[in-house]
């Protein structure tokens, strides 16, 4: 057995997981990848959107639907403020993903609520 077919071996089932789990992560998370900005200039780096509380739905969609018009995390936040006042919207930043905590009640709650 070549080194080749030794190597395939283990990278197609990690291959598998990691897609995975990155399809799992879009699920929950929202996502957006490199898109016109308002500016005329294309995204650098990947937006995600982590918002809070998870289990708010209509809360996830509008800052999703929001961020897709935004180009800054202040942005998202004042125009998040029109529907839900205490909404905050925090940057966090790795070295090729860009997240956006989206805060409903402008702080970490217990998704249970």
């Known amino acids: 057995m070549s080194v080749f077919q030794v190597c395939a071996r283990f990278v197609t089932p990690l291959r598998a997981a990691v897609q995975s ?20 200039g294309h995204r650098l780096v990947t937006v995600r959107l982590i918002t ?24 998202l936040e004042q125009l998040l403020r ?21 805060y409903r009640d402008g702080r970490w709650v217990n998704s249970t609520r």
């Open 52 to 75: 809070n509380p998870a289990n708010d739905i209509e809360f996830q969609r509008r800052a999703q639907e929001l961020a897709a018009r935004s180009d800054t995390p202040e942005e």
């Open 82 to 102: 029109q529907h839900f006042k205490r909404a905050r919207v925090v940057r966090g930043v790795t070295d090729i993903l860009e997240r956006w905590y989206v």
């Open 21 to 40: 789990r990155v399809a799992r992560n879009r699920a929950h998370l929202g996502h957006y990848g490199s898109r016109k900005s308002n500016t005329g």
